[in-house]
């Protein structure tokens, strides 16, 4: 870890599209990106193929410690490995991300994979997208973007992400489990949802995923952690 690398979060419910903004504007900078989701839906898959119970804590403890994520160092490849196996699509599905949400409340789980999180925090610096990356994994980021968007408005987008990656999606299901996952994650007892006190609150139901990589651009900017605004 290097202390000195500065730090973007971007946080926000399912769907507000904080994934595809992270990832654009550390492919602008140059910097480096967590995709803090992907490590929870990555336990999650971790619980499901070794056939664990995700209710014992200690088991899902242990796997925490041992499950070998790994994601690809080029910003253009989505492919993801845990422990070898390419489950970029599995981990993408809305059945991991609700089991996921599930780990996700443990108080224990979110401790255990601070460490594992805060070692992408490298030179010349780091994107992190989640939903405590401004509160709790990342709390002196010198900016913090907390990124929503109506409900109806998340769903489609996910239920369209989903069809472009040739995943099945219904999307009146998608409506519910979104909105689900959304009170678990607002309402739990460790690092709920919500922004935090300095966050800039973004809502981009109404703005083009240009519009909204510009205005991160221009705050990250404006608060001096770049020099210029690249195009
Ligand atoms: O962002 P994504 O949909 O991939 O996240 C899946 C789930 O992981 C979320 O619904 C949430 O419960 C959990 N999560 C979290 N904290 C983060 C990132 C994700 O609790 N920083």
């Known amino acids: 870890m290097n202390d000195s690398s500065p730090i973007i979060t971007i946080d926000g419910p399912s769907g507000s599209g904080k994934g595809t903004i992270a990832k654009r504007v550390a492919g602008l900078l140059g910097w480096h990106l967590l995709d803090s989701g992907a490590i929870y839906r990555g336990l999650a898959l971790s619980v499901s193929k070794s056939g664990a119970d995700g209710d014992d804590e200690n088991t899902v403890l242990a796997l925490c410690e041992s499950m070998n994520l790994v994601f690809s160092a080029d910003s253009r490849d989505e492919s993801i490995l845990l422990n070898g196996e390419d489950v970029s699509q599995e981990l993408r599905a809305e059945t991991t991300g609700n089991m996921a949400s599930q780990l996700a409340a443990i108080g224990s789980v979110r401790s255990a994979l601070l460490d594992t999180q805060r070692r992408y925090r490298l030179l010349p610096g780091l994107v992190a997208d989640g939903r405590d990356m ?12 907390y990124l929503e968007a109506s409900a109806t408005e998340r769903a489609e987008r996910r239920y369209n992400q989903l069809k472009q990656k040739g995943l099945s999606a ?16 607002a309402n739990r007892a460790v690092s709920p949802l919500r922004p935090a006190d300095d966050a800039v609150v973004i809502d981009s139901t109404q703005m083009s995923i240009d519009e909204v990589v510009s205005r991160v651009l221009q705050l990250a900017h404006s608060c001096g952690v770049c020099d210029s605004i690249p195009d």
């Open 170 to 185: 219904n999307l009146a299901n998608l409506k519910k489990e979104i909105a689900e996952r959304d009170e678990r994650d």
């Open 134 to 145: 401004g509160t709790t994994v990342f709390p002196a980021a010198e900016l913090k973007i």
